[in-house]
Structures are given as structure tokens and as C-alpha cells.
Nanobody, 117 residues
């Protein structure tokens, strides 16, 4: 069984920064990417960034150049550094990982990010 716990969200002014963390308990698959998603009110959940164990990353066009995803496998943690935040970045941010035993997909409970203009 894997549990994911996100933290680091909050209220920030436009142009500010936040660093989200997602700590996984239990064995997660290092062969599969760890992923950050977000969901704004009235919108579908959308992919923000992915990272695989070797360090290869991908980003949604809306966050390229502003957000950086990283992971520390020794700590079973994935991070999302968010700079140059915009009001349209306001959403609940979720992390997702794959279990190493069952290869089930696990989600965290989400952390709220609110960017004021």
C-alpha cells in the first residue's frame, strides 16, 4: 500500500513562488514517472509535470520555464518548484505515483495553491 502526502501549498501574490512536496510511504516504482497534476474549479484535472528516475522531465506548455520538477528517490519525495506564479495557476495540486508491487496508481489528497492578482 502506498500513501502520498502533498504539502507546501498556500496563498501567494502573482509573481511569487511556492515549493510543493509529495512524500510517498510504501514502495513506489522507480521505473514509472512521478507526476504532478492540478485541477482548477470547473476544469478537468490536467498534467503539470512528470519526472522519471533518471531525471528526464516533461512539462505542460503553460508552466514551461516557470516550474521545475525534481525527485529524491532516497526520500521517496517529488518536488515542484513554482516560480513566476500567475492567477491562472490557482488550483489544487496532486501528485501521482505507481506502486512497485501491484503497479497500481496512487494519488495524494491534494494541496491548494491560490495566486492573487
Amino acid at each position: 500500500q502506498v500513501q502520498l502526502v502533498e504539502s507546501g501549498g498556500g496563498l501567494v501574490q502573482a509573481g511569487g513562488s511556492l515549493r510543493l512536496s509529495c512524500v510517498a510511504s510504501g514502495r513506489i516504482s522507480r521505473a514509472n514517472p512521478m507526476v504532478w497534476y492540478r485541477q482548477a474549479p470547473g476544469h478537468q484535472r490536467e498534467l503539470v509535470a512528470t519526472i522519471v528516475s533518471g531525471g528526464t522531465t516533461t512539462y505542460a506548455d503553460a508552466v514551461k520555464g516557470r516550474f521545475t520538477i525534481s525527485r529524491n528517490d532516497a526520500k521517496n519525495t517529488v518536488y515542484l518548484q513554482m516560480n513566476g506564479l500567475k492567477p491562472e495557476d490557482t488550483a489544487v495540486y496532486y501528485c501521482r505515483a505507481t506502486g512497485a508491487v501491484s503497479y497500481s496508481i496512487y494519488w495524494g489528497q491534494g494541496t491548494q495553491v491560490t495566486v492573487s492578482s
